[in-house]
């Protein structure tokens, strides 16, 4: 059937009018909004990868591992009970002996997307993370498309979106995504970019000075290295721009100065408590030991995302003077290959995680390669190619990236022990950089040769985007299986340990225990259960030690409740105790048992205040607690240590003037079997124990680790044997059982020389600690919270002690009047008055009241910056100044941490 003319002329009339209406009422809203569509993209891909691998929310498997794991997944539940009312957010008796939890929720959770938890139970938060990821990192895509749209002028929409996801999903986002925290920076970084473009323009500074007060408050510790950047910037722009009154500089240093004082009211009090933790180190010290080149195997791998696209890199900067992106994009480049420069992007120090600083490497190079692809695309079509020759040139290149999208999946299966390294131990190595380098190494030959037929005029750009979609998606599919597939799991152990929570009945103030290491430490407390175990990078130094003093374990900077002996459980109030089994207890579910100990001092007891406050580190620790018990009680020893009666394949050198610690017992001369055997009589109630430890530090690796084979105690009716001891997980004091009237034979078989300033057997007398417990003047005192009330009568010059960690937060009033505190072998202590006691106790994190002083201030200059802007640019005496004075903040930041780094390594290196 043939169509008429006024027909076919109709038709083509009403799809050119379809035509105009799409391009002038749908696109430009189109344009206005497409960054979302990369929200969603990145969301739908999250969906599809979940749903492939039955993660949740299409499964029981969570993404969560190692510090997620360890550290996020049981804060959250601690927050969980913040928001239940159950817990306060400024003291938190679940963590560390009661933990100022200021600086850790800013460290670890001020996100709004922390709030998500308010719609699970606790027993699903493994699970719920799942969506925080996919959330953060599909904003991040958004916000980078965003920023795309706003620099990049003449930016295909598709490229801007393709280019967001690639963002999202890059290798800093896939590698570190378990510090759940930093995603916050992530996609809040786009938007700086933007805050900053805008003060270039002499635009409103409201975008930069929020953007960056986000980064202060959402992770104060990644703020290091945006300010790090904000400031290389401002002095790059300085440098190249022309105009040399223009008011870049003086706006921005006033909205620095202004984002400064709003930020105080995280920065003081969170960095009072950084000052106070066992994270601070000599930086001098660390830069000296350093390593100059940094480990390839784990670094490169970060970036390799942006491997495929270093065409469009080369093309943006090719024929043209570097503008600041570029400069930036060296400038942050330059520590992937020095690491005493990583370093000092990383506040001079890092135990993993080398590329913290990388999302500004990726985001600058994003920006640089987005200006690339939209040079080799505004050029125009070459009308000499045959039409036929282009369509089939795309068809090929799409159907060759088809090709890459099914041997990625091919090749990650082949592969995927070797490339998955990383999120097995947080480290690379030689096969897994190889065989990802590899694998990006293809995709670099893909799109380099796409890249040339675009610029060469024989494909397409429509099919160039859809390629750039295509190889976007690929390779951020391909990044998650190798980073967030790989580790997926059921997360078992916080599935049975969460089983505890809500389990013991029990009003009064009292602290859980572990009987070892049968969980992550931060699970006691995230039960909801009062604890002395916690692992964050802000645990307190003097804690720490007091706790290795106490006998308990701990490493790096995780403290564990397991350990410790008689005395100081009853010290601390460890009234129920956790192990693993199915055996009968007070309390008990499919996998744990839990018993009860009645043998417990008073949460506070009055103390004479005259004596020693603090620990002795040069005694054995056995010695340390008994100093300890009879300045708390007035009493004799309680402690007694036994020596060795007979040694095999060992010669004793404490003695003598070369020993290298308290106890060094080293191996004799072809022997190939090492003990040391102790026979001890025992009269009355006794519980026996084994020390192995030497150094107050928080080191990942002891010298005494696994110095000890096997520990075997043993009397005429029963025996007690132990393997590999001490270790990470286990270094604290060794209970080797309770005795009674009788003689017991200890076999300690040690796996070589060892030394040591604690080592040997020793004991704790039940009898005459009991008598101790029942006879302390305890008052009567009531814990709700974080706070402490109650009365107790006293005579002139007692103190109370309190079963609580010091810190210098408390806010103690006694009859209503503030009452003075001070640490005692590093718990709180207070001064009591003669007679009556009434005794209240708050806490307020240290430095808290100052800090909201200077954030009104802030707020005062933020409106009074905003009204008065305009007089503020008219004023014109300070822009010279101010450009002087951003390119000398600029050179200082660029000595402290490009040079005087570097020189200090090599230093190191001479000496």
């Not at 480049?333 to 080398?354: D, G, H, L």
């Amino acid at each position: 059937m043939s169509v008429s003319k006024n027909t076919k002329s109709k038709f083509e009339e009403n799809l050119i009018k379809a035509k105009k209406w799409f391009s002038e009422k749908c696109l430009p809203i189109i344009n206005k909004v497409y960054p979302i569509f990369a929200f969603l993209f990145s969301l739908i891909l999250f969906a599809i990868i979940f749903k492939l691998n039955k993660i949740f929310p299409y499964g029981n498997l969570t993404v969560s591992w190692c510090d997620m794991t360890q550290q996020t997944i049981p804060l959250l539940c601690d927050f969980k009970d913040v928001l239940s009312g159950k817990s306060s957010l400024w003291l938190s008796m679940e963590n560390a002996g009661g933990m100022n939890f200021f600086g850790v929720y800013f460290f670890n959770l001020s996100s709004p997307f922390t709030y998500i938890i308010a719609f699970f139970d606790k027993s699903q938060i493994s699970l719920a993370v799942n969506l925080m990821v996919a959330l953060k990192l599909s904003l991040a895509s958004a916000t980078m498309a965003y920023w795309l749209k706003k620099e990049v002028e003449g930016i295909n929409p598709i490229v801007s979106i393709s280019l967001g996801i690639l963002y999202g999903f890059s290798g800093w986002a896939m590698m570190y995504y378990q510090i759940l925290s930093w995603l916050d920076t992530l996609y809040v970084f786009p938007l700086l970019l933007y805050g900053l473009k805008n003060l270039t323009e002499g635009k409103s500074p409201i975008v930069y000075i929020l953007s960056l007060f986000a980064c202060l408050l959402f992770h104060f510790y990644l703020s290091w290295i945006v300010v790090v950047f904000v400031c290389l910037y401002a002095c790059s722009h300085v440098i190249l721009k022309k105009d040399k009154s223009d008011t870049f500089a003086k706006n921005f240093i006033l909205s620095s100065i202004i984002s400064a004082l709003l930020s105080a009211l995280i920065i003081i009090p969170a960095f009072i408590q950084y000052t106070k933790s066992m994270r601070v180190s000599n930086i001098f010290d660390t830069l000296k030991n350093s390593n100059f080149i940094p480990r390839v195997d784990t670094s490169y791998p970060t970036f390799f995302c942006m491997l495929p696209f270093l065409p469009f890199i080369i093309q943006a900067v090719r024929n043209k003077k570097f503008d600041k992106y570029e400069i930036l994009l060296l400038l942050t480049f330059i520590p992937i290959m020095v690491e005493p420069i990583a370093k000092a992007w990383q506040t001079y120090n890092y135990m993993s995680f080398p590329t913290r600083y990388g999302f500004t490497t990726i985001a600058v190079a994003i920006t640089v390669c987005a200006r690339g692809i939209t040079k080799v695309c505004e050029s125009k079509e070459n009308d000499k190619v045959n039409q036929w020759v282009k369509v089939g040139v795309s068809a090929l290149a799409i159907f060759l990236v088809f090709i890459f999208g099914w041997y990625s999946n091919e090749y990650f299966v082949k592969n995927k022990d070797v490339i998955t390294k990383y999120s097995k131990s947080l480290w690379g190595n030689s096969d897994s950089f190889n065989s990802l380098f590899s694998y990006y190494a293809i995709a670099l030959v893909l799109i380099t040769t796409i890249f040339f037929a675009l610029k060469y005029k024989v494909l397409y750009k429509g099919a160039f985007c859809v390629i750039i979609a295509l190889s976007c998606c690929i390779e951020a599919g391909f990044s998650a299986n190798v980073y967030m597939v790989a580790p997926s799991n059921e997360n078992v152990n916080f599935n049975k340990a969460i089983d505890l929570d809500g389990l013991i009945e029990d009003d009064e103030f009292y602290r859980l225990k572990l009987s070892r290491k049968i969980f992550e430490v931060n699970l006691v407390g995230a039960m909801g259960y009062n604890s002395l175990s916690h692992y964050t990078s802000l645990t307190r130094e003097s804690y720490m030690m007091t706790m290795k003093e106490l006998g308990y374990s701990s490493y790096w900077m995780e403290v564990g409740s397991n350990g410790g002996t008689i005395f100081t459980d009853a010290l601390v109030r460890h009234k129920y105790v956790v192990h693993s089994g199915k055996n009968n207890g007070v309390y008990k579910t499919d996998n744990y048992y839990v018993t009860k100990n009645d043998l417990l001092f008073p949460t506070a007891f009055v103390v004479p205040k005259d004596g020693n406050n603090e620990g002795n580190v040069e005694l054995e620790r056995w010695q340390i607690q008994n100093e300890l018990f009879k300045r708390l009680t007035g009493k004799g020893d309680i402690y007694e240590e036994y020596a060795y009666t007979k040694l095999s394949g060992l010669v004793d050198c404490s003695n003598r003037d070369d020993a290298k610690a308290k106890t060094d017992l080293r191996k004799a001369k072809n022997a190939t079997s090492m003990q040391v055997i102790y026979e001890i009589p025992v009269t009355g109630t006794k519980v026996l124990y084994f020390d192995c430890f030497d150094v107050y530090s928080n080191s990942l690796k002891e010298h005494t680790y696994e110095n000890v084979s096997t520990i075997v105690a043993k009397d005429a009716n029963k025996r007690y044997s132990h393997s590999t001891y001490p270790k990470q997980s286990n270094n604290g004091v060794l209970e080797l059982g309770t005795f009674k009237d009788t003689t017991v034979t200890v076999t300690v078989t040690l796996n070589g020389s060892t030394y040591a300033k604690s080592f040997g057997v020793f004991s704790v007398d039940v009898e005459k600690l009991s008598q101790a417990v029942n006879e302390v003047n305890g008052g009567d005192f009531t814990v709700k919270k974080d706070k402490l009330s109650g009365t107790v009568t006293a005579r002139s010059g007692d103190a109370l002690f309190t079963s609580f960690a010091y810190d210098e937060g408390y806010r103690i009033k006694i009859n209503g009047k503030k009452a003075k505190t001070f640490s005692l072998n590093g718990f709180l202590a207070i001064e009591l008055q003669e007679g009556v006691n009434n005794v209240t106790m708050g806490f307020i994190p240290s430095g808290l009241a100052f800090a909201i002083v200077v954030f009104l201030l802030g707020v005062l200059a933020l409106v009074a910056f905003v009204k008065f802007n305009k007089q503020v640019q008219e004023f014109k005496t300070l822009d010279l100044a101010c450009n002087y004075a951003v390119f000398a903040l600029g050179a200082f930041v660029f000595m402290a941490i490009y040079l005087m780094p570097v020189v200090v390594n090599f230093i190191g290196y001479l000496l």
